[in-house]
């Protein structure tokens, strides 16, 4: 079992994705291999590496190449898993997952520096739920699939970000490096831990191979992204403890959070995948997430909601038993799920597939003024 400590977790702060940054820097710095018709970053670079040009061949051998512990199969339950529940998992990722890794101090910085989740909230959302339904659907991280591209896009947005901070002049040391590797392995436990959390809190049973499978599934979509082997748990128990140690060095909400958590709930209020108020999206989060973050993201709480709330699960959960148990209603709930989401993709993409490319809203000057708040 791997053993995490804070001298890990300090070194990995300082650690980025270096093979795409070196990627990305090395195409803008040789303008003469673009060509002028591919406006893509990612696209630009596999059409050098078909041209068998380095180092780009060599980074895309090395990022299709499957692992040797990687097994498709054994993510297969835990993919259904979420599509049959996939309504449920929605408001986890986002009411949970999301929310709490806003309070992440250093590492919010880079969402504050892009303004893109406190002002360009719905697109934001959606292209994350995009990302996350072609990541977790049956075969999305195979060859061809459309996950194992999408974290590949995203892998690289993530390096157009870096480069787009660390340019900036507001960026501070104390901060460590911008989507360095210890906030990287946060936020994918944010999607995989946290969210599988959320969704037993929920109501929904998860079987021990479910839990497994869909830690797995997730494992590799880090490994994709670019997340060092050192921070790759092996197991949900060690990914529990990397959470836990996290949590304690990472997790103390600042007005930086506030902003952020504020403007999702405010977001998706009276909106997909919730459809509630923004009271009952508050009191939803804040039964998620514990009392203690909540409170340090001044969420409003709400007697009546959670009294709703509480009520539902309680319903919910002989529904979802004998869900588990019937075949026949396991593939109905999982055709229903996978209706849903894609409704919802359409809903909030009208114009097609997210391009996952670097956009600013706007010159955000707070990442100068956070720096004396930490």
């Known amino acids: 079992m791997k053993v995490f400590s804070d001298q890990l977790l300090d070194h990995h702060r300082i650690i980025t994705d270096s093979a795409a940054d070196q990627i990305l820097s090395l195409l803008y710095q040789r303008p003469e291999n673009f060509d002028k018709r591919i406006h893509d970053p990612v696209a630009q670079i ?30 297969l339950p835990g993919s259904k898993l979420f599509i049959r529940n996939s309504l449920v998992a929605a408001v986890s990722l986002a009411a949970a997952g999301l929310i709490e890794s806003y309070t992440s101090q250093k590492g919010n910085k880079v969402l504050i520096a892009t303004g893109r989740l406190h002002t360009d909230i719905a697109a934001r959302i959606f292209e994350t739920g995009e990302m996350v339904k072609a990541t977790v659907s049956p075969g999305g991280l195979q060859p061809g699939g459309d996950g194992l591209e999408a974290l590949l896009k995203v892998r690289f947005l993530h390096a157009a970000v870096r480069s787009y901070i660390k340019n900036s ?19 994918l436990i944010m999607f995989s831990m946290v969210t599988l959390r959320s969704i037993k809190e929920l109501g929904v049973p998860v079987t021990r191979e479910e839990e497994e499978s869909y830690h797995h599934l997730w494992r590799y979509a880090g490994h994709l992204l670019g997340v060092s082997d050192t921070l790759l ?58 009392e203690e973050l909540a409170d340090g993201l001044q969420l409003p709480s709400s007697f009546l ?70």
């Open 46 to 75: 596999k059409n050098l590496a078909s041209q068998n040009i380095s180092p780009y061949k060599e980074f895309l051998i090395d990022f299709y190449t499957k692992p040797a512990w990687v097994d498709f199969d054994r993510m």
């Open 169 to 187: 002049g507001h960026w501070q040391n104390q901060w460590g490096e911008p989507i360095n590797q210890e906030d990287m392995a946060g936020t």
């Open 233 to 290: 748990t092996d197991t949900p128990d060690e990914e529990i403890a990397l959470y836990n140690l996290i949590k304690a060095r990472q997790f103390h909400p600042d007005e930086d959070s506030r902003t952020l958590a504020t403007a999702l709930l405010q977001g998706v209020a009276n909106s997909p995948p919730f459809f509630l108020p923004f009271d009952a999206v508050c009191e939803l989060s804040r039964m998620l997430i514990g």
């Open 305 to 374: 909601w959670r009294t709703i709330f509480t009520g539902i699960r309680m319903g919910f959960v002989p529904v979802q038993m004998a869900l588990s148990k019937v075949s026949v209603l396991r593939e109905a709930s999982y055709q229903l799920g996978e209706l849903y989401i894609n409704s919802n993709l359409e809903h909030g993409l009208p114009s097609g597939k997210s391009s996952y490319q670097l956009k600013i809203t706007k010159n955000n000057t707070s990442l100068k003024n956070a720096a004396g708040n930490i």
